[in-house]
């Protein structure tokens, strides 16, 4: 017994089908023109462009902060050593403080006060040789970045906020606050309120 099997019959319209079908796929992707080549070469190069400018922007600033950071610790290394100093300056200013009025008149007496005088003298010298200054603001404007204040002093004659009292130097190194003064500040009254008047009528 043998199957029945349709057959369609081969005409020209189902070769011509068969043979354009393969013929669409394989067919070469259309090539890019010289626009588009220089287009696309263009964007790749500044693409490549904007990496080169970020690097070597991002290598002079590395540059910079090294050449920085070398810097201060150049300037600021004996910021340690200056700071453990600064109460043997206190001190001379204390022993020179505390002396009699009369001690002049003792010989021995004086030429000890020269010798502390001497001693001071050389060791603020030296401070401002490393650029260590010393910060004394009697008189002058009350400087937070600079000064500490420790109390208000009312009624003083001096205006408001002004340093009238230094209860202890401060030092300064270089561009750095090594220790603030401690100072009192003169407190002013608060100006009395004036009824306002409306001259216009």
Do not use: C, W
Not at 30 to 40: F, Q, R
Not at 56 to 80: C, F, G, I, S, W
Not at 88 to 106: C, F, H, I, T
Not at 128 to 137: L, M, S, T
């Amino acid at each position: 017994m043998t199957e029945n099997t349709e057959h369609t019959p081969e005409t020209p319209e189902n070769q011509a089908n068969e043979t354009d079908a393969p013929a669409e796929a394989n067919a070469p992707a259309p090539e890019k023109t010289a626009e588009d080549a220089l287009a696309a070469a263009q964007a790749e190069i500044a693409e490549l462009k904007d990496k080169l400018l970020r690097a070597v922007a991002e290598t002079e600033n590395l540059r910079r902060r090294a050449e920085r950071e070398k810097q201060d610790a150049t300037n600021y290394a004996v910021t340690a050593f200056a700071r453990d100093l600064l109460p043997v300056s206190d001190n001379l200013r204390r022993a020179l403080d505390s002396l009699p009025e009369d001690a002049d008149g003792n010989e021995t007496l004086k030429a000890l006060v020269e010798g502390v005088e001497m001693t001071e003298r050389e060791l603020l010298n030296n401070f401002e040789k490393h650029g260590i200054r010393k910060v004394d603001p009697k008189g002058e404007k009350f400087d937070h970045n600079l000064h500490q204040a420790m109390f208000e002093i009312p009624n003083s004659g001096a205006e408001e906020g002004t340093v009238v009292q230094v209860m202890q130097v401060g030092y300064t190194l270089k561009e750095r606050l090594l220790r603030p003064a401690m100072v009192g500040v003169a407190k002013g009254s608060a100006p009395e309120k004036q009824d306002h008047v409306d001259t216009t009528a």
